[in-house]
């Protein structure tokens, strides 16, 4: 079936560098797009998304970008600090309404000091 | 204002038996899904009730039943637990049925032993 997936599931990064993480989406239908965090215990917290028509869309430290052509997405946070440790996971709403998300495995961010 | 409240959090269960999950969605959402999450995994859809009717199911088996109530709380209900439905349970709310973003709780940890 269509399902969203990630390139890397670990990713380490030093404080205060860039992190970038990336995304495959299969559902070119999917026109909805929201990356979460989500750590240990925790459930997913929301981080920030994007609809289909836009290319690009930023906020507080993070930057989404959503490439159609080649169905791929990416979650960029900038200054990444040791409270970024967690799994990032990017989900697609296949149907049109955000309350039924498609999640990929997840990415594991882990910042070294 | 208090976000998605699930319980309980932790609970034990033998093969066999039933269990039920609460959600209280955050106040003013009218839209509740529920999503499996088993350990290194993303989330997976398993039921949408808007208006307290199902809207949506994802591919689980008849074990697996939901309701929501006139306040827009929900309940899951999995019957004949199974080892494998061992997992972390999901609750997301949104404000409608639409293309909103779905906030989610911080999980039920289910233990089938």
């Known amino acids: 079936g269509e399902s969203v997936g990630l390139h890397l599931p670990t990713l380490s990064v030093q404080e205060g560098d860039n992190s970038i993480i990336n995304c495959a989406y299969s559902?070119?239908?999917?026109?909805?797009f929201i990356w979460y965090k989500q750590e240990s215990g925790k459930g997913p917290q929301f981080i920030i998304d994007?609809?289909?028509?836009?290319d690009k869309r930023q906020g507080q430290r993070v930057t989404v970008l959503l490439n159609k052509t080649v169905k791929h997405l990416s979650l960029q946070i900038a200054a990444t600090q040791p409270g970024d440790s967690a799994v990032y996971f990017c989900?697609?709403?296949?149907?049109?309404?955000?309350?039924?998300?498609?999640f990929g495995t997840g990415t594991r961010l882990q910042v070294t000091l | 204002d208090a976000g998605v409240t699930q319980s309980p959090t932790h609970l034990i269960k033998t093969r066999g038996q039933h269990v039920t999950l609460r959600c209280s969605p955050i106040?003013?959402?009218?839209?509740v899904s529920w999503y499996q999450q088993v350990l290194g995994q993303g989330p997976q859809f398993i039921f949408q009730?808007?208006?307290?009717?199902?809207?949506g199911r994802g591919n689980f088996p008849d074990r697996f039943s939901a309701r929501q109530f006139p306040n827009y709380s929900s309940e899951l209900n999995v019957n004949a637990l199974l080892l494998g439905d061992s997992a972390l349970y999901l609750c997301?709310?949104?404000?409608?049925?639409?293309?909103?973003?779905?906030?989610f709780g911080q999980g039920t940890r289910l233990t089938v032993v």
């Open positions: 559902n070119s239908a999917s026109d909805y």
């Open positions: 994007i609809r289909s028509n836009m």
């Open positions: 106040s003013g959402h009218k839209s």
């Open positions: 009730y808007y208006e307290k009717e199902e809207r």
């Open positions: 989900a697609e709403n296949p149907s049109g309404t955000a309350s039924k998300l498609t």
């Open positions: 997301a709310s949104s404000l409608e049925q639409g293309r909103n973003l779905a906030f």
